[in-house]
Structure formats: C-alpha cells, structure tokens
C-alpha cells in the first residue's frame, strides 16, 4: 500500500533532517517517522472498530487531487491506544516536538482540547476548524466544491459535540453509527414473529420465546432466550435508555440534559431554582419502567449479568449447541459488524439484523390515548403507533401518513402527532462524535490538513467510507448501496440514511446548567448504571421483581405493573437526592 513506502522514505528523511526541522529525534522512531515540510501531512490515528483501509483511499485520492500543489500524506503506524488521554499527552508535547498535522483519535471532548483542558496549560491543544473548515463547501474526488457548506450538511446539535465551553471549535467528526436492537432473524421467525416497531411489540416477543411459541418450546426447554446482555458498566443498555427518553419527549429529554427552560424565542435559561425537577417528570418513569422491564434477568441467557462482550455476542450468533444458551435480542449497535468480524467470523452473520430501537409504545398513548382528543385506548394506539413507524421507515411523506391512517383505522390525526412520531423513529443513538480528527495546534501542514478534513466531508467520501467501514458517514444520505451484500450493514446503514433520521448524542452533549454543575457524565447522579441497580433489585426468592417465574413459567400473581413500581422508587431516590443536594451543587460552582 501507498502509506507503506512513505514510512520507509520519512526514515532517511528524518535521520537527516532533525535538527533543520526542529523535530526532536526522540519523535523518529520506526513507529514515528515524520517530514515535516509544511505540505506534507503527517497523521497520527487510532485503529478501531472501522479499521483504517479508509484512511488510506482518501490519501490518495487527495494526493492525485492536490499533486500540481505537492500536497502529501503521511499516515504513521496506526495503535489502538491512539484515544483518549495518550492522544492527549501526545498533542501537548506540540508539533514542534511530534511534527503531528493531524490527529484521528476518539474519546475526546472538546474542552478538553481547549484552553481549560488539564493537558492544555493554558493553551489550545488544536486549531479552531470553525472557518477552516466547518464553514467551507467540502471537497469532492473531482477536486471541486460541493455546493453547500459542511456545516449544512449535519445537526446543530452533532456540530455542537465538537465545540468548547467558549465557542472554539475543535473535533472534526466524520462517522455516524447508530445504538439499536441486534436480532438473529433465523431464531425470530421459528417462533412466527416479525421484527417488533414499538416497546409493545417488543415484549410480545420476549413472551412468545420465554413461553414458547408457534410449536417451540419456552426458554426453559430449548435454552434460548429472548436477551444477552454484557455485564459491567457497559453502555449499550444505557443507548437504549436515552433513546426512549427522546423518543417519548424530545423536548423533555433536552430539558433533561440542559436543566435549562427554553422560551418560545429559543433563548434558555438556567433552571437554577429547581433544575431537580428534570428527575421528576413522566418521561424519566417511561424511561425507567423499560429500563426494569428488559433487564428483567429472567428474560436473558443465564448468566448475563457477568458476560463480556464476546460471549454476548456469541449466544447471539450461534445456535444452541447443546450446552451454550442462545439469544434473539442483544442491545447493540452498528460497530457490531466489524467487532464480530474480527473476533469470531463474519459468516456468522449471515442470520443477523440490525434494527433501529423500538419507538416506545408509552408515546402512542401520550398523543391518542384515552386523555387526548382521539380517545384510544392502549391497544389501538400502539396499533397506530406500529403502522406509522412503518411508513416513516419506508419514507413515506407526512401527508402520506395522514391519509394512510385514515383510511386504515378511521382516525384523524393531525400533522403534529404524525410529526412526532416520525421524530421519535428517525431518533438514533449516535456513536460516532466519539471519533474526531484535530488538527494539531500549530501544524506545519494546517492548511493542508484543512483541505484534507473538507475532503473527508465529501460525499464522495461517505462512499468510500461506507464501503471500506462497513457503517454510515456523518456527511452525506446519497450512497450506493448497490455493493452492501451483508444484510446487517445493509439494515444499519438505512437506519442512518432515512429521510426522517436524526442523530442525537445524550450526555455526550450534554449542556447549560446540567454540565456547569458537573452532572454530565451519567443519566443519573446518585446511580452511575442504571443497568446494574436494576441488577441489584432481583435476588432468587418471591420477591424478584419479575413477571416470570423461577421455572420459566409466567406469573399468576404478579404482573406488568411491577416494573412500573420499581421504576418509580427508582426515580423518588433520585429525585430526593437531586433536591437535598442542590443548594450544596450551586454554591461549589459559584452559582448559589
């Protein structure tokens, strides 16, 4: 490959050059071979999930682009431990000690690249790519300017991840992936069932495989069972919570991760007398009640709760052999293609598919349900709430919806509840801001580098990017996916590409009064996973806080309303703690 004989030349260049450049020899390493020219861009990344053949293409593509202006590319060895504070250390040495242009890495915020960043010292570690780049047209394969500027090209709220606390913007995000549902489509359809759109359908699900169905048998007899999970503070669980929180009430989930108010005019202001409140809202019980409903541990393959990531994913991909227990569901995300690809065998995907999360059925009652005009009851409008997700995933226009309903169920909705609803399923959790690129404070190459980062804006990219990543980019829906043969990449990527998606990021974003406060790195203040205190509330005895029994069968005493009760304790915990504590919050920020 092109970047291998760079590696080779920087070798002799960098030999010889060290003290001409001001390079330290201490940056020349094998691993490490720098020239440092002013147009040559030297790049340090990180090696994850997506791989890096990607990298690869886009140099040259660029430097077949750029070749009258001598521009080049030098990718260095790329390391997995390229992210997060080693990338950060790197960065404040300076590129007058690293002769680093550019840095792909990950698990990075923006502050921490600014000047208030514990690395920084005062100074930024990264250039401000906001007119460099953020507010120019991106760059096609062709070397023209495409005709609208990136900044239009993704949400206010996905930029805003890459932005400080003082308006200096910093990461360069170019990856979109999606949290979701990972279903073994093989298992689902021996069971007679259909791939679940709302909470509720979800839950049919969960019972037909615990109790048996369509002439197979309950969990308890064939081992298979409706969910894995992967124990620890793992975040996928935690995906799915955010998710439901926006979906039942976007608005409510930004109060939630702002603890602001925002008047009609969209100005916000800091909830400072009762920012508590944001804990004690119907959309946190909703939240709360699936959180106990689907970590229900009798619904999931024994053991889970100690499972790592391997063996999840394992009793999803493979069938029960006798010993090993099988799952249907595993909460996931699109980067499971590529993590099941290097780690076990892509084949053995061949029966999986990936699904957007299922729109919370608590919505459907919210907007047509017996305290709303329409007057429905919950089956009916979970019916309706089923059949609109349906539309929304085939693109069919608002109107469309509007007219289709009527037709179908003799109801009358209006453009805002249909609007809603086809929010609430164009929703997906997004990973991707995770992965930035940064330009290096100072860069000997930092006009290349721009140009380089508007090319990796392109669509033209977001092709290359779909097919050597195997996921959807951040910057563009017009892909072909003529070539897509794998089904799960094929179903992640129309996730992500949908007319009505739209990428939210949860505390990853997280802003106003909430982040002041240092609220921002859990949902919760006084609970850091909320996965594992519902784990915390099932022991083995009467009082598990299951609908099903200890022998698989299904409660004659208990029912759904269990999950509901553990939910609100929950919540009143949180509530409390949030309220006694306030006062203590806002005087240590200097906000009492």
């Known amino acids: 490959m092109k970047g291998s004989f760079k590696k080779v030349a920087a070798l002799t260049l960098c030999l010889t050059m060290g003290a001409s450049t001001g390079v330290s020899l201490a940056a020349c390493t094998k691993k490490d071979n720098v020239i440092v020219d002013g147009k040559t861009i030297n790049i340090r990344m990180v090696e994850a999930g997506n791989g890096v053949e ?51 890495t990950g698990g990075i915020k923006a502050d921490e690249l600014g000047v208030d960043g514990s690395y920084a010292n005062g100074t930024a570690l990264a250039e401000d ?26 949400s206010v709220e996905q930029a805003s991840y890459s932005v400080d606390s003082h308006g200096a913007m910093y990461g360069f995000q170019y990856n979109n992936t999606t949290g979701g549902l990972a279903v073994n489509k093989k298992k689902l359809d021996q069971y007679g ?50 998710t439901w929180l926006a979906q039942y009430d976007y608005q409510e989930s930004q109060r939630f991760w702002s603890m602001q108010e925002t008047a009609a005019d969209g100005t916000k202001t800091d909830m400072l007398t009762n920012g508590y409140e944001v804990f004690n809202t119907l959309a946190v019980e909703e939240m709360l009640t699936l959180a106990h409903q689907y970590m229900d541990i009798r619904i999931a393959t024994n053991g889970s709760t100690t499972h790592s990531l391997d063996t999840a994913q394992s009793h999803l991909i493979q069938e029960n052999n006798g010993y090993q227990p099988s799952a249907v569901f595993m909460f996931n995300g699109s980067w499971m293609y590529n993590e099941v690809k290097l780690n076990f065998n892509k084949d053995l995907l061949q029966n999986i598919t990936f699904i957007n999360m299922p729109v919370i059925s608590a919505l459907g009652t919210r907007l047509m349900g017996s305290d709303t005009s329409y007057g429905l009851d919950d089956a009916k409008c979970d019916e309706i709430l089923s059949y609109i997700v349906g539309m929304v995933d085939e693109n069919k226009t608002i109107a469309e919806m509007i007219t289709a309903v009527q037709s179908e169920f003799s109801v009358t909705l209006s453009e805002d509840v249909v609007k809603e609803i ?53 910057y ?15 179903a992640a990527v129309e996730i992500c590409t949908n007319d009505y998606a739209e990428c939210f990021t949860g505390p990853r974003s997280t802003s106003g009064l909430r982040k002041k406060l240092g609220l921002n790195s859990t949902m919760f203040s006084l609970i850091t996973h909320i996965p594992s205190e519902v784990y915390k509330t099932y022991g083995e005895g009467k009082n598990v806080n299951s609908i099903f ?30 309220m006694g504590q306030w006062s203590k919050w806002l005087t240590e920020h200097g906000l009492g």
């Open 193 to 242: 069932l259909e791939l679940p759109k709302t909470t509720n359908e979800l839950w049919a699900c969960v019972e037909a495989i615990k109790l048996g169905a369509n002439g197979v048998k309950g969990s308890a007899e064939t081992k298979n069972y409706p969910f894995t999970y992967v124990s620890g503070s793992n975040g996928y669980v935690v995906q799915a919570l955010q």
């Open 54 to 104: 990607w990298a690869y293409v886009l140099a040259d593509e660029f430097e077949r682009v750029y070749a009258n202006e001598g521009y080049q590319v030098n990718i260095l060895e790329p390391s997995s431990d390229m992210s997060g504070s080693v990338a950060l250390t790197d960065m404040a040495m300076g590129t007058e000690e690293t002769g680093i242009d550019l840095y792909i």
């Open 476 to 490: 563009s829906k017009n892909l072909d996916m003529t070539n897509v043969t794998n089904e799960f990449v094929r």
């Open 549 to 578: 029994e200890e022998d698989g069968s299904k409660s004659t005493s208990k029912g759904m309303e269990i999950y509901r009760t553990a939910a609100k304790a929950m919540q009143e915990r949180e509530y409390e703690h949030c």
């Open 422 to 474: 086809a929010r609430a399923r164009g929703l997906n959790y997004t990973r991707g801001i995770e992965q930035i690129a940064v330009i290096n404070k100072n860069a000997a190459a930092k006009e290349p580098a721009a140009l380089f980062l508007r090319m990796m804006a392109s669509d033209d990219f977001a092709q290359t990017w779909l097919e050597t990543a195997n996921s959807a980019p951040l």
């Open 129 to 154: 790519i906001r007119e460099l780049v953020y507010n120019q047209p991106a760059i096609g394969y062709d070397g023209v300017e495409e005709s609208v500027k990136i900044s239009d090209k993704i």
